[in-house]
């Protein structure tokens, strides 16, 4: 064990010194100076990000069932679910169905902290990720979105994008 | 151009001698307060330029130009804070000390065989002792800030200054030798066939080592190691006696530059061929090249560790600035 760590120890023993990585050093900066910097300057011009990007999480109201799945598994509690029960009527006759409505659903992005659990847990597709993520506000109250704000966002979700060649095609139990 | 040259610009467009005297001072003064702030902003851009960054981009519109002015205002609003266990009167004082020597220094700078303010017989000795003042004030500053770590900085660049005031002097000296003369004009003429960076190419570089071990920048900046001891002597200040010292900082680059072109890279002669571009714009172009090296320095090496640097210069800079005086000295009798 011994003999090994001494050899490990001769053959990184560096040679005598030449000055010849002080003037390499200086080629890395020059290279650098005389490249195209790679910042972008943010407000005037909108990062490039990918389709898929986890800025902040949208609610499609139509498919939520209210099943207070995310809510429960939230880590933070951070989700509010109000809802009712509503009886249907059916026009045909037979027995009365009854269907939750939902009342209110509302993420305290104060709280929040986009482990994307909820969107994982949901099983309607109900919530998304979107990549938008300019949602700053001076009040830290007003970082409670209400479900209309979370449906406008999920119109900012992206397509996926285009499968890769020879890729077995997704789709669940139909496919 | 050779019968007036000695004679400065001034002295024959204004006879009052006290006039003469005033427009000196405010001609150094103002440029003192202006190159500065040229070498300052070029660290920005080209530091982030190095580390692919874009630096300063708003201030004043157009890539940021305006953002060391910018800083200059915020300084001067700031609140001075003195700290309660602090000596008052040596804190106030030591920004002074600090910058005055490096506004002193360029009176003897030459832009041209007629643009100077002064042309003294003993020149160079004139800055070597001038730019080794400061360091007075960085121990004022130290010791009265009541600050451990100031303390330390200020030792540490104290300690920095004996080791690096050798070389850099030895170096100057055999300049002094192969010139045969103190005065800064006097070195420049007699560049006049070749630049001396030619002729002690080492010494060059020993000089150029010792400026920057001098000036405190990075990869000699020890005594202010942020790391370490937070930003050294200049920890307790604030608003504008802050500003002075880092003023006295990039004065200094200004300085020491325009020392080493006057001293190796023949000042303001411009090379072979080309002495259609007139005298004083060779000289800013080479204290502009060489302020530029030592920014590439800070943005290529990590700092040195204190006892590497004593000994880089006890073992290393000093026997080879003192071996260089020896040839020169050899040279000079035998020729």
């Not at chain 1, 979107?130 to 409670?144: G, K, N, R």
């Not at chain 2, 500065?36 to 874009?54: D, I, N, S, W």
Request: charged share 15%; hydrophobic share 50%; proline share 6%.
């Amino acid at each position: 064990m011994a003999s090994e760590e001494r050899d490990i120890v001769e053959t990184e023993r560096p040679g005598p010194p030449t000055g010849l990585g002080l003037v390499k050093g200086l080629g890395v900066t020059m290279k650098h100076l005389l490249r195209r910097s790679v910042t972008q300057q943010y407000p005037e011009v909108k990062p490039n990000l990918p389709p898929r990007s986890r800025g902040v999480i949208a609610l499609k109201q139509e498919n939520c069932t209210v099943c207070y799945k995310c809510a429960r598994e939230c880590p933070d509690w951070c989700i509010y679910i109000d809802a009712h029960k509503e009886t249907h009527e059916p026009a045909s006759g037979g027995r009365a169905r009854s269907v939750k409505v939902l009342d209110r659903f509302a993420i305290d992005y104060a709280l929040c902290m986009y482990c994307g659990i909820c969107v994982e847990v949901c099983p309607f597709d109900a919530l998304f990720w979107s990549p938008e993520f300019e949602y700053a506000v001076h009040d830290i109250q007003e970082l409670t979105h209400e479900k209309e704000k979370l449906e406008e966002w999920t119109y900012t979700v992206l397509p996926p994008p285009e499968l890769e060649e020879g890729a077995e095609p997704t789709g669940g139990e139909e496919g | 151009m050779i019968a007036q040259a000695g004679v400065s610009v001034i002295e024959r467009w204004i006879s009052n001698y006290w006039l003469v005297i005033v427009a000196k001072a405010a001609v150094v003064l103002v440029f003192f307060l202006v190159a500065p702030l040229l070498v300052g902003y070029m660290e920005h851009k080209v530091l982030a330029h190095m580390q692919a960054r874009l630096g300063p981009m708003y201030a004043g519109r157009f890539h940021g130009w305006a953002q060391l002015v910018a800083d200059g205002v915020k300084f001067v609003q700031k609140e001075d804070v003195i700290p309660a266990a602090a000596d008052p009167w040596v804190f106030s004082l030591a920004p002074g000390v600090v910058m005055i020597p490096y506004i002193v220094l360029f009176v003897v700078v030459p832009f041209s065989d007629q643009i100077f303010a002064l042309n003294l017989d003993v020149g160079i000795f004139f800055v070597l002792a001038m730019s080794s003042v400061s360091v007075i004030g960085v121990l004022m500053a130290g010791w009265s800030s009541a600050n451990k770590f100031s303390l330390m900085g200020a030792l540490r660049s104290a300690g920095q200054l004996m080791a690096y005031e050798l070389p850099l002097v030895l170096a100057a000296a055999s300049v002094v030798m192969q010139a045969g003369t103190l005065s800064m004009i006097g070195i420049v003429e007699a560049q006049e066939r070749y630049w001396f960076a030619l002729s002690q190419p080492i010494g060059f570089l020993i000089f150029l080592v010792a400026a920057v071990a001098e000036l405190s920048r990075p990869p000699f900046d020890m005594p202010i190691a942020d790391s370490e001891i937070i930003f050294g002597h200049i920890t307790e200040y604030t608003g504008l006696k802050f500003a002075f010292m880092l003023l006295a900082e990039y004065g200094g680059i200004v300085a020491f530059s325009a020392i080493a072109s006057v001293l190796y890279l023949g000042g303001y002669q411009a090379p072979p061929l080309l002495s259609a571009i007139p005298a004083p714009i060779w000289m800013a172009a080479k204290v502009g090249a060489l302020s530029f090296f030592i920014i590439w320095l800070r943005a290529t090496y990590p700092r040195l560790r204190e006892d590497q640097l004593q000994r880089f210069s006890w073992l290393l800079l000093i026997p080879l600035a003192l071996a260089q005086v020896l040839v020169v000295g050899i040279v000079k009798v035998a020729v």
